[in-house]
């Protein structure tokens, strides 16, 4: 069970009701964040939470922190100003799918390659929701969307390996189908001293579900409950078995070091100290 | 007096410096690369940031961010840079945050001639983001005015929270003269307004008469949101509300406007007895200040407007000017981008000559001479 704490001081009730529509997975992100925010006892003036454009960067409009809604695919290039100008404050880049991977692909090869301590959460519903449907890098081979009528042809991206390569020191992976499990990554990625990539498999029963007769949320996040493998139980499955899994759990963690840190060391060598 | 032989460039990142400039995100490119060269060096020693982005967006990114955090911050880059540039630019409008673009400008379109100088982006400088909105741009025509101009520019960025172009051409930023480094020590430097009210009562969009809103920076107990999308007094968004998108509109337009008459800076040589007048700005404005002097010497009453705000335009200043003269000379390095403004001013009561060259060579004072006594036919 999750655990039980008062969500609401987190965020601005005011503007509620959110936008999201039923069953959508990003309130139950939002809650897992807000758990990991509260277990990490984070002092809310010092938290920056930044988003890109689409559905789910929308939450930061509800989050009672210091609140950053971007340009379509650059929270993280806004971030690492954030970040280098103030390395005291605690940043957290919140996006979809579209917006971390395809417009922002540059920005996230690069903020992971720098190692910039940000910790960013890409909410993947394989799909773009707030245009209507139309796929994204990370919309599977064969499925459809809104300008895939006759399927899709394009492969789709392992951003959790795109990550680890480009030189993030914490790469993740959770889902909305196992809340707990995603608050503990969040937590794992904001205590890491670097960056932090945590992807969340989650779900667009409007769009993606229906547009793939996925079925209802419940069943779409049974599908993604028997279609993800830890990666701890990895080593105890039956050869074959792994075929069309999705892993889950901390993928990779390294240590290099952080940049504002280095960025520091440039300062004292600038001043002659 | 401290005098110094410097590059149009170098007095660039020296102005931001003066201005107190704490952080720089750049990306490199021909011909402005050497301000991001220079800070790269002068920041750090004076405990700032530097960083080279990934690209161009990432860069005017990475200090809109920044400058979110209470910094003031600078971008440089020319043509190709600053088109990639413009989503953001609108969004620092949008979000009222201050920040610098410098925008060493080369021939376009495109790769064009990146060693080559041109004035063709005075109207992107104007027009580059989409949607209704007013900009401030600065325009230098010397070393000393780079130097000037740029203080000038942090000045009036953090003044009206608005993000400020200056309009560079490849001419001026690797001409070297020598400068007087004391002559703007009595400049004052302006800061952004912080909040009076604690954060509970903080509104980060409320004005009062007509005066920019104070900003808090990130970190600092007011938690408050950003967003590009139309937004009210508290800054959440108001798409729904089409009065309360009017009046953040007509806002971020007016608290510029109000203030033409501070915003607008130029220089005059002998435009009172004048009865033709040349309208510059830039490189073309040094040429003009030339042609004016050899006019002079040959009895001709020729007299120079420089123009060293661009935008918004100066319209009262570009009319009271021009009244009673018989000709109005615009020379400028693209195809008569500005005379194009000027000529709704005079609309048809003063003889406009627009001069245009395009041809990556700086406009020279002989051309401007040519025109004035018809030697040379105008479009």
Known sequence: MPKLFNVK????????????????????????????????????????????IGCSSRITGYLDFNTLHTTHGRPLAFATGIKLANPALEVIVITGDGD???????????TCRRNVNITLIVINNRIYGMTGGQYSPLTPK???????????????????????????????????????????LIIKAIENRGFSL???LSQCPVYYGRLNKKGNVVEMLKWQKENTVSVKDVNKLAPGALKGKVLTG???????PEYTEEYEKIIKIAQGK | MIRKLMQGNEACAEGAMKAGVDFFAGYPITPSTEIAEIL?????????????????????????????TGFKTLTATSGPGFSLKQESIGFAIMTEIPCVIINVQRLGPSTGAPTLTSQGDVMQARWGTHGEHTIITLCPASVEEVY??????????????????????????HLRESIDLEKYDHIKILNRQKPWVSPDKYLPYATEAGEPPPMAPFGEGYRYHVTGLVHDESGFPCTGNHAAIDKLLKRLNNKIIAYLDEITLYQEVKTEDAEHLVIAYGAAARSAASAVALLRREGVRAGLLQLQTIWPFPEKLIYQKSLGKKTVLVPEMNLGQYAGEIKKVLKDKTLLVPISQIDGQLLQPRKIMAHLKGEEKHA
């Open chain 1, 9 to 52: 001081k987190y965020l601005r009730m005011d503007k509620m009701p959110h936008i999201w529509c039923p069953g959508c997975g990003n309130g139950m992100v939002m809650s897992a964040f807000l758990r990991a925010v509260d277990t990490l006892q984070l002092n809310p003036d010092k938290v920056v939470v930044i988003s890109g």
């Open chain 1, 100 to 110: 971390a991977t395809a417009i922002g692909g540059n920005h996230f090869l690069h």
């Open chain 1, 142 to 184: 064969g499925e459809n969307a809104a300008t895939a009528p006759y399927g899709n042809i394009e492969p789709e991206l392992d951003m959790c390996k795109v990550a680890e390569a480009a030189g993030a020191t914490l790469v993740a992976r959770g889902g909305t189908s196992q809340p707990v499990l995603l608050e503990d």
């Open chain 1, 198 to 200: 945590v992807e969340v």
């Open chain 1, 250 to 256: 901390v993928l990779a963690a390294h240590y290099r």
């Open chain 2, 40 to 68: 790269s060096r002068r920041l750090p020693q004076a405990g700032g940031k530097f960083i080279q982005m990934e690209d161009e967006i990432a860069s005017i990114s990475a200090i809109i961010g920044a400058s979110l």
């Open chain 2, 148 to 173: 000037y101009l740029t203080i000038m520019a942090f000045n009036f960025s953090e003044r009206f929270r608005t993000p400020v172009i200056l309009l560079l051409d490849e001419t001026i930023g």
